[in-house]
């Protein structure tokens, strides 16, 4: 998809019509001039007005229409108001829809609470304050119209959220190619001709080395961060600690480099993404291993535990820790928190855990303070491969 395409696309969207905007009035009445009173009182209301003389109606007209607010008639013959509004309930449109009983002579208590308990808004009595009705009812037509514009507006936010997506996925599928070539040909170009540059040349090819590695783990991260949602999530019997081990192997290098110690408990075997549990200890070990506090070096614990119907993962740093003002962009996409000469990277890694994770029904957290580490917190659903214990 172009870019031209995709704002195409949102513009498309736009916002909702005022038409899809006009709520519907339900009102039931045995008596015609019962309904034509009201239905005066109500008119100027920016709101269609539907009219039925009996339940069984009113139940035909909730099967065709979409209603914002129901005035339902106690006394009626066949079926009264209560034994209406338990039926319309039961359909799926009506969830939520407000019911206002009206009624000329069931003013007992027991009316009053019998419509509660069905789950009337209100109980009023006839003959009815034309203003007053009017202001209850405009209250809920208010309600209606506010909830159906934020439907609207997600809907066109997914719309843009899955469109982005599916453009970051394509381009950077595609810029894959070109960059490993400019990659692949600096280095060759630095073998090759080693002898014959001199310091500039060699400084400015070393700089393309470092910008067409540092383009590579961004276009890679992006891929990774736009497939999450995209393709099935697989679950499968997942040995966190075999992860983890093999995890620390892949980091064997830097944390001898930097002399890290790294510790944990008995991790669980769990039913989920092994793909997920790699993402997870790839990037909160390479985190408490990139920031570390230049005083000490490197302390890593992880450890897990039951809580409730899930297991809480930690993992746990000394490092430079994180300030609670950065708390709002600390997942956020492309969002860093410190120059990338500093500490390099691509602020992508912690934004596609958390995506990751509550795809999968966890959630991620952290606590921290600066210069006192910072620890990670994610929780998994408990469902344990095979009802092992913890290994």
């Not at 696309?9 to 909702?16: F, R």
């Not at 799926?92 to 009206?102: D, H, K, L, N, R």
């Not at 009017?134 to 909830?147: H, I, M, T």
């Not at 991790?267 to 291993?289: D, K, M, Y």
Request: glycine letters at 6%; a negative charge.
């Amino acid at each position: 998809m172009t870019t031209a395409t995709l704002g195409s696309t949102l513009q498309a969207a736009g916002p909702m019509p005022r038409t899809e905007l006009r709520p519907k009035i339900l009102l039931v009445d045995d008596r015609w001039e019962n309904l034509l009173a009201t239905e005066k009182v109500l008119k100027p209301l920016q709101a269609d007005i539907f009219k039925a003389a009996s339940g069984n109606e009113a139940l035909s007209l909730v099967l065709r229409h979409d209603f914002a607010i129901v005035l339902l008639d106690v006394q009626m013959p066949e079926m009264d108001g209560f034994e209406t509004a338990m039926l319309m309930q039961e359909h799926e449109s009506m969830a939520g829809v407000p019911i206002i009983f009206v009624t000329a002579i069931s003013k007992e208590d027991k009316y009053a609470s019998k419509a509660a308990e069905i789950g009337a808004v209100d109980y009023i009595f006839k003959p009815i304050n034309p203003d007053i009705l009017k202001s209850k009812v405009k209250v809920y037509l208010d309600l209606y119209v506010q909830r159906q514009q934020i439907l609207h507006l997600n809907a066109i936010l997914s719309q843009s959220n899955e469109e982005l997506e599916r453009f970051a996925y394509i381009c950077s599928h595609d810029m894959q190619e070109p960059v490993r070539m400019m990659n692949a040909f600096a280095g060759l170009l630095a073998e090759s001709s080693d002898e014959s540059l001199g310091e500039g040349g060699k400084r400015y090819l070393n700089f393309i080395l470092d910008n067409a590695r540092r383009m590579q783990k961004m276009i890679s991260d992006i891929l990774t961060f736009s497939r999450v949602g995209r393709e099935e999530i697989a679950l499968e019997e997942v040995d966190c600690e075999a992860i983890l081990a093999e995890i620390l192997i892949e980091f064997e290098d830097l944390i001898e480099s930097s002399g890290a110690r790294v510790t944990y408990a008995p991790l669980p075997r769990l039913e989920t993404s092994s793909t997920l549990i790699r993402v997870l200890f790839q990037n909160l070990i390479g985190n408490a291993l990139k920031f570390q506090n230049g005083n000490q070096p490197p302390e890593i614990t992880i450890s897990a535990a039951r809580q409730g119907p899930f297991w809480r993962f930690s993992v746990k740093d000394n490092g430079i820790g994180i300030d609670e003002g950065f708390r709002a962009r600390i997942f956020t996409i492309f969002q860093r928190l410190h120059r990338k000469e500093d500490y390099p990277g691509t602020g992508i890694g912690l934004s596609t855990c958390r995506k990751f994770i509550q795809l999968c029904g966890g959630d991620i957290d952290f606590t921290s303070a600066p210069g006192q580490g910072t620890t990670f917190h994610f929780t998994l659903p408990n469902k344990e491969a095979g009802h092992h214990e913890a290994i």
